[in-house]
């Protein structure tokens, strides 16, 4: 069975700022990883995935995450926030490239 | 382009009758759909895995004769929640899996639909 944790369910930071939105996961079998985001009224987006290639993997928007194997990790992370980034961000696992389980999501707020 | 749609939006219904919720590939066609549920404060949790033209994978614990899928053409799938009661009151979301195409093995979600039973 696979599982994901994203730790805050809100996390809030400053324009310019660097954004972290961290998830864990458990699998017993290499994963694949995701980070999707959704806007309001809006069905959820890639950001990125990992799939066993480099372990930095760089998504839309700036946005780019590492995978940790040591540390079970796959945290997402921007530079600098932007309003337009203020959204729901999910992470997931998937064994395969289909079935995927989903973290119980991150809400980012962008104070200006 | 890979657009998904879902109909409607949101829904109310009362104890009892059943609803059907819509999800359309707009913009490219999907051998395989998926159906999730996202109570409050929960994750999206896979529901069942829709193929075109065969029955649909139901996940543990999901009734299939509650939730009838029907995956009719490359671009349709529907979810019918029957005799639905409020405890069935959640938001589901569909994801078309591109068959082809530049971006492939990429799953696309709709917007999701907001069903309340009252």
């Known amino acids: 069975a696979q599982s994901v944790t994203q730790l805050g369910s809100h996390v809030s930071v400053s324009e310019g700022a660097l954004v972290l939105l961290r998830c864990n996961y458990s699998s017993s079998v290499p994963p694949y990883l995701f980070w999707y985001v959704q806007y309001p009224n809006q069905g959820l987006q890639l950001l990125l995935k990992?799939?066993?290639?480099?372990?930095l993997v760089k998504g839309i928007n700036g946005f780019e995450a590492e995978f940790k194997k040591s540390e079970t990790s796959f945290h997402l992370t921007k530079p600098s926030a932007h309003m337009g980034d203020a959204a729901e961000y999910c992470c997931a696992v998937s064994d395969r490239l289909e079935k995927l389980t989903f973290g119980t999501g991150t809400r980012l707020t962008i104070i200006p | 382009g890979a657009v998904v749609s879902q109909h409607p939006s949101w829904v109310i219904c009362k104890s009892g009758t059943s609803v059907k919720i819509e999800c359309r590939s707009l913009d490219f066609q999907a051998t395989t759909m998926f159906w999730y549920r996202q109570f409050p404060k929960q994750s999206l949790m896979l529901m069942a895995t829709?193929?075109?033209?065969?029955?649909?994978?139901?996940e543990q614990g999901v009734e299939k004769d509650k939730f009838l899928i029907n995956h009719a053409s490359l671009t349709l799938s529907t979810l019918t929640v029957t005799s639905a009661h409020p405890e069935d009151s959640s938001f589901y979301i569909c994801?078309?899996?591109?068959?082809?195409?530049?971006?492939?093995?990429?799953?696309?979600f709709g917007p999701g639909t907001r069903l309340t039973v009252l």
């Open positions: 829709s193929n075109e033209g065969s029955k649909a994978t139901y």
């Open positions: 994801s078309a899996w591109t068959s082809g195409g530049p971006r492939y093995n990429e799953q696309f």
């Open positions: 990992y799939t066993s290639a480099a372990t």
